[in-house]
């Protein structure tokens, strides 16, 4: 099974700030990475599939890079709809697919 | 509008069983594979189950297997997970989600989740 590992726990931003969270692989997942943002008593929302890949509908801020063991979801400039639980998740190496712990990026 | 609407929750003992539905609409459902992930109070993400688009191939997380089943109805357009031998750590929020999928160069892939319902909560407790 491939362990994903979100960094950091928490992460503190001011609006208007780059935002860039960071999620690293046990093994090599090539570019089978997707990105989701939770908020509180929500479903999860898929941002970024294939690494780098905008899903329908979300904004340019997002964006998503990395291949293999590392990733990297930067948001240019926070916005206020933007402070939310962030998940990575690989679907190389399956059954299972596999998620981080989590990112919770916070207002600073 | 391509919707997920999943259902069947409940507050339970250990031991019991329990079935989750899920109904989709707005997408053509028997084209895509089909999950369940669940969330527990407080925690992040686990993938729980996933069926092929004809039910052909089903797959579960180590922790269910032999207790859940996951099954669909294209006709009906809904997506199941029974629960048997429900355990306290079983309690979560389950979402149903449908899996994207992309081609590039020639190769598909999919097992990312692009849709996803609002959930429906399961608590086991005595």
């Known amino acids: 099974e491939i362990v994903m590992t979100q960094s950091p726990a928490t992460l503190s931003v001011s609006p208007g700030e780059r935002a860039t969270l960071s999620c690293r692989a046990s093994?090599?997942?090539?570019?089978?990475l997707a990105w989701y943002q939770q908020k509180p008593g929500q479903a999860p929302r898929l941002l970024i599939y294939?690494?780098?890949t905008r899903a329908t509908g979300i904004p340019a801020r997002f964006s998503g890079s990395g291949s293999g063991t590392e990733f990297t979801l930067t948001i240019s400039s926070l916005q206020s709809e933007d402070y939310a639980v962030y998940y990575c998740?690989?679907?190389?190496?399956?059954?299972?697919?596999?998620f981080g712990q989590g990112t919770k990026l916070e207002i600073k | 509008e391509v919707q997920l609407v999943d259902s069947g929750g409940g507050l339970l003992q250990p031991g019991g069983s329990l079935r989750l539905s899920c109904a989709a609409s707005?997408?053509?459902?028997?084209?895509?594979?089909m999950s369940w992930v669940r969330q527990a109070p407080g925690k992040g993400l686990e993938w729980v189950a996933n069926?092929?688009?004809?039910?052909?191939?089903?797959y579960f997380v180590d922790s269910v297997k032999g207790r859940f089943t996951i099954s669909r109805d294209n006709a009906e357009n809904s997506l199941y997970l029974q629960m048997n031998s429900l355990r306290v750590e079983d309690t979560a929020v389950y979402y149903c989600?449908?899996?994207?999928?992309?081609?590039?160069?020639?190769?598909?892939?999919?097992?990312?989740?692009?849709?996803w319902g609002r959930g429906t909560t399961v608590t086991v407790s005595s």
């Open positions: 294939g690494a780098s």
């Open positions: 989600a449908r899996e994207g999928a992309y081609c590039t160069n020639g190769v598909c892939y999919t097992h990312y989740m692009d849709v």
């Open positions: 093994q090599s997942v090539s570019s089978n």
């Open positions: 069926i092929k688009q004809d039910g052909s191939e089903k």
């Open positions: 998740q690989q679907y190389n190496n399956w059954p299972p697919v596999t």
């Open positions: 707005g997408f053509t459902f028997r084209s895509y594979w």
